[in-house]
């Protein structure tokens, strides 16, 4: 599917949401290239939504972040203990303009106990690919369970051809660009848009968590993943 697409600008909510990727084509063919994409991960949220017979939330809580031992959530209950994003939903106003469409609902204070991501928000604010609040020990009690050895099949290399290693879901350290060479051939993570990042090393027993906010008061074009490097250098040296 193609990385991004402004679906609520076709109808809000999750029926809308399935209708519209429904009619959406594919960018690439299988196999053909590498592509992190939203609308991916979204179409993967109704197929779970469909097989658990219950909202993606609920199934979190109760399948994942209660067994881990972590606060993680959708859909916080304390605003003010979420850090602000961004201003005006001013980011993704200038890609929908970008594409010659028009939508006339954006929020226009900062957001707050709100998922910054649009398609996520305005999907009822819980979707696979945004949404979820937690503190770095939160992200960290969810990682720990994938050091497990057992969990290898699912984070190895399945794109050995093309320019990025990806798991399922997970991206390996050969082509990540917040990735270091003192992170071992296993090690895969995940990055977020607002300046989140999560490494996990199995071969050091090693789970780096960085949570900034790089997006707030406004989205700035910066080589973030340069941030990310220096971190993780950081964190590797020391356990080294």
Request: glycine letters at 10%; hydrophobic letters at 40%; charged letters at 25%.
């Amino acid at each position: 599917m193609p990385a991004w697409h402004p679906l609520y600008v076709f109808g809000e909510g999750a029926v809308a949401y399935r209708r519209t990727l429904a009619g959406l084509e594919p960018e690439s063919a299988p196999g053909e290239r590498v592509i992190y994409s939203d609308l991916n991960v979204l179409v993967l949220t109704e197929i779970f939504e469909s097989i658990l017979g219950s909202p993606i939330d609920r199934a979190f809580d109760e399948l994942v972040a209660r067994p881990a031992g972590s606060a993680a959530t959708f859909l916080p209950p304390d605003a003010g203990a979420t850090a602000a994003t961004e201003r005006g939903d001013r980011f993704e106003r200038a890609m929908v303009a970008s594409r010659g469409l028009a939508y006339s609902h954006f929020r226009d204070g900062v957001v707050r106990g709100e998922v910054h991501d649009g398609n996520a928000f305005r999907r009822g604010g819980v979707s696979g690919h945004a949404g979820l609040f937690a503190t770095a020990r939160d992200v960290w009690a969810l990682a720990r369970p994938w050091l497990d050895p057992a969990r290898r099949e699912l984070t190895r290399d399945r794109t050995p051809e093309l320019a990025e290693a990806r798991g399922l879901a997970w991206q390996g350290r050969r082509g990540a660009g917040s990735a270091i060479p003192s992170m071992s051939d296993a090690s895969f993570g995940h990055t977020g848009f607002t300046g989140t990042s999560l490494w996990v090393d199995p071969d050091r027993d090693l789970v780096a968590v960085l949570l900034t906010n790089r997006i707030h008061p406004e989205v700035r074009e910066i080589p973030f993943n340069e941030v990310r490097q220096r971190f993780h250098e950081v964190v590797w040296d020391a356990f080294a």
